[in-house]
Nanobody
């Protein structure tokens, strides 16, 4: 079992940047497909981005070109670099991991372990 702890959220102006971190413990992140999801006010949880054990990355259309997922195996940490932030990016961001590495998934029900979430607010 892996434990996930997100950090790095906060208040940022439109056009600004933030970097979220997801620190894992208990198991190593390269054993899992890792993903970031978000849930805005009154909205369902949605897929943002993911990284497979091979290093291949995936992005939702709404964030492609603005967000970058990466991982540091030595630190057992996954990062989400968010640039050119918009008001509609406001949400609680969750890190998640999936044991079955045979495929990546955009569906939150496919993921086995979740962090507690970190709030990102984009506002002037």
């Amino acid at each position: 079992q892996v434990q996930l702890v997100e950090s790095g959220g906060g208040l940022v102006q439109p056009g600004g940047s933030l970097r979220l971190s997801c620190a894992a413990s208990g198991r190593t992140i390269n054993e899992y497909v890792m993903g970031w999801f978000r849930q805005g006010p009154g909205k369902e949880r949605e897929y943002v981005t993911g990284i497979h054990v091979t290093g291949r990355t995936y992005y939702a259309a709404s964030v492609k070109g603005r967000f970058t997922i990466s991982r540091d195996n030595a630190k057992n940490t996954v990062y989400l670099q968010m640039n050119s932030l918009k008001a509609e990016d406001t949400a609680v961001y969750y890190c998640a991991s999936k044991r079955d590495t045979s495929y990546s998934s955009i569906y939150y029900s496919s993921y086995d372990y979740w962090g507690q979430g970190t709030q990102v607010t984009v506002s002037s």
